[in-house]
């Protein structure tokens, strides 16, 4: 599953790619994937993303009309969950992003295409996703500010403080690992990247939230930060199959400590890398380093 630094990749390469295209017609050959709206095709039709933006792994699109039929922006939400990609195709190029399955992804459209924007100019963007769980939504600027609302603080946003962050450990009698999963609280971050900052910060990823010390909490709240911002800048990391919008795989594996290497010595210490299911999720650790 492509986590925040590799949705954030794919967004910038998408915005480099299809932004103020006309789009002449949509091709819908899966209902649930617009949330079976019956007016998602005729409404697209003549319109032109102008920006896209994202929190946590939501990817928003403003849909924009040059005409002055449309009072107000509208907003296409798009989430890629476990299995889901977009390819833009052109006369030069075919760039992929998301959850790539096989080569033959590129071989489009194939039998997990569910829908295709084409544009007056020839180009198509498409949306691949086997398993049907991502999903493409229109919604009002009022839908987007409740939907935004409901995350929490996330690296890289002005909201990400000191003083937010501290504020999230307070009255929490949940796992460390568990709280800096919820999206609600602090999005963005998934498995992997909790595992790598609980293991720069010292800490043990099971320990109760509300256990850690000030110095402890400071330490998380700047490798939280630091591991989504390198990872990003590296093009995520890449597992299984992920690739970016541009088809190159992630590199920030290189970079991993803990995550994905169970059974292999601590990088510091030499102590064997631990893996334990926590939290709904395989958590690797260093019983030495961390605490």
Same mark, same amino acid.
């Given at each position: 599953? &492509?986590?925040?630094?590799?949705?954030?990749?794919?967004?910038?390469?998408?915005?480099?790619?299809?932004?103020?295209?006309?789009?002449?017609?949509?091709?819908?050959?899966? #209902?649930?994937?617009?949330?079976?709206?019956?007016?998602?095709?005729?409404?697209?039709?003549?319109?032109?993303?102008?920006?896209?933006?994202?929190?946590?792994?939501?990817?928003?699109?403003?849909?924009?009309?040059?005409?002055?039929?449309?009072?107000?922006?509208?907003?296409?939400?798009?989430?890629?969950?476990?299995?889901?990609?977009?390819?833009?195709?052109?006369?030069?190029?075919?760039?992929?992003?998301?959850?790539?399955?096989?080569?033959?992804?590129?071989?489009? &459209?194939?039998?997990?295409?569910?829908?295709?924007?084409?544009?007056?100019?020839?180009?198509?963007?498409?949306?691949?996703?086997?398993?049907?769980?991502?999903? +493409?939504?229109?919604?009002? &600027?009022?839908?987007?500010?409740?939907?935004?609302?409901?995350?929490?603080?996330?690296?890289?946003?002005?909201?990400?403080?000191?003083?937010?962050?501290?504020?999230?450990?307070?009255?929490?009698?949940?796992?460390?690992?568990?709280?800096?999963?919820?999206?609600?609280?602090?999005?963005?971050?998934?498995?992997?990247?909790?595992?790598?900052?609980?293991?720069?910060?010292?800490?043990? &990823?099971?320990?109760?939230?509300? #256990?850690?010390?000030?110095?402890?909490?400071?330490? +998380?709240?700047?490798?939280?930060?630091?591991?989504?911002?390198?990872?990003?800048?590296?093009?995520?990391?890449?597992?299984?199959?992920?690739?970016?919008?541009?088809?190159?795989?992630?590199?920030?594996?290189?970079?991993?400590?803990?995550?994905?290497?169970?059974?292999?010595?601590?990088?510091?210490?030499?102590?064997?890398?631990?893996?334990?299911?926590?939290?709904?999720?395989?958590?690797?650790?260093?019983?030495?380093?961390?605490?």
């Amino acid at each position: 599953m &492509p986590e925040m630094p590799e949705v954030e990749v794919v967004r910038r390469q998408l915005e480099a790619h299809i932004l103020n295209r006309e789009i002449e017609s949509v091709d819908l050959l899966h #209902s649930k994937i617009t949330r079976k709206n019956p007016e998602f095709k005729e409404f697209m039709v003549g319109k032109h993303f102008s920006k896209i933006e994202r929190i946590g792994k939501l990817l928003t699109f403003t849909v924009s009309n040059n005409q002055t039929s449309q009072p107000e922006p509208v907003y296409m939400l798009a989430h890629l969950k476990m299995t889901g990609q977009f390819i833009f195709v052109d006369e030069n190029q075919k760039i992929g992003g998301g959850h790539s399955l096989t080569a033959a992804d590129f071989e489009l &459209p194939h039998k997990h295409t569910r829908v295709v924007f084409n544009f007056k100019d020839g180009s198509a963007l498409y949306f691949n996703d086997m398993r049907l769980f991502g999903y +493409l939504q229109l919604v009002s &600027p009022a839908e987007k500010e409740k939907i935004w609302n409901n995350y929490g603080i996330e690296p890289g946003r002005d909201n990400y403080t000191w003083d937010n962050f501290k504020a999230i450990f307070k009255n929490r009698k949940t796992s460390l690992k568990a709280l800096l999963l919820n999206q609600k609280v602090i999005s963005g971050l998934g498995n992997i990247y909790v595992d790598e900052a609980c293991f720069r910060a010292g800490v043990l &990823p099971f320990r109760a939230a509300n #256990s850690l010390t000030t110095a402890e909490k400071k330490a +998380l709240f700047k490798h939280c930060s630091d591991v989504m911002m390198e990872s990003i800048e590296r093009g995520g990391t890449t597992f299984y199959s992920f690739l970016s919008a541009d088809g190159k795989k992630g590199n920030f594996s290189d970079e991993l400590e803990v995550f994905d290497r169970a059974g292999q010595p601590c990088y510091k210490c030499g102590n064997i890398i631990s893996k334990i299911k926590h939290a709904g999720r395989g958590t690797h650790f260093c019983s030495t380093c961390q605490k």
